[in-house]
């Protein structure tokens, strides 16, 4: 008999075997989708730094950044956005009539907090792109798994750097 296909048996053994293969490697894939998503909101977060030193050197006025929960209003502990803000006063407090200059979405499972000397929930930035007097970290957590979060480092010039894995964020 002259055959020139598969038959059942064969057709079925095959899709158990990709079916197989496929959930194997599902677990996998989850664990660089977070991985992709931090290295996302970590770069959102250096970009956001980016911004606003150029524009307050670019424009010889103060700015600030800070966390946010809805992406409007500047929040003392953390948020899932960044607002870079235009800050006449250097104070680093958002006000009514200051420019919201750029808003980063971290995304939903991620929250950011601003930690530096004294305390202050924000990084103000001088019209040289220096801090206000203060250097710091912007930590990065995630809401479900707090021991595995990313630092991004600020020194006094306004300059951030990643912190490396022995500089983890403390979430």
């Not at 911004?51 to 103060?62: D, L, P, V």
């Not at 040289?128 to 479900?144: I, R």
Request: glycine share 12%.
């Amino acid at each position: 008999m002259d055959s020139k296909g598969f038959t059942v048996i064969e057709l079925l053994a095959a899709i158990a075997i990709a079916t197989i293969v496929c959930f194997g490697a599902i677990p996998g894939m989850a664990g660089i989708l977070e991985r992709e998503q931090a290295r996302s909101a970590t770069g959102a977060m250096l970009r956001s730094l980016n911004f606003a030193r150029e524009h307050a050197i670019y424009n010889n006025t103060f700015v600030s950044i800070c966390p946010s929960q809805n992406g409007r209003a500047c929040e003392p502990r953390s948020g899932n956005y960044l607002i870079v803000f235009e800050d006449d006063s250097g104070s680093g407090k958002l006000k009514s009539g200051e420019q919201i200059l750029s808003v980063a979405h971290l995304g939903e499972k991620w929250q950011t907090r601003w930690r530096a000397f004294g305390g202050k929930p924000h990084l103000t930035l001088t019209a040289q792109g220096f801090t206000k007097h203060q250097n710091g970290s912007f930590h990065l957590c995630p809401v479900d798994s707090p021991e595995e979060g990313r630092r991004l480092i600020v020194n006094k010039a306004g300059r951030g750097r990643l912190g490396t894995d022995r500089e983890k964020a403390s979430c």
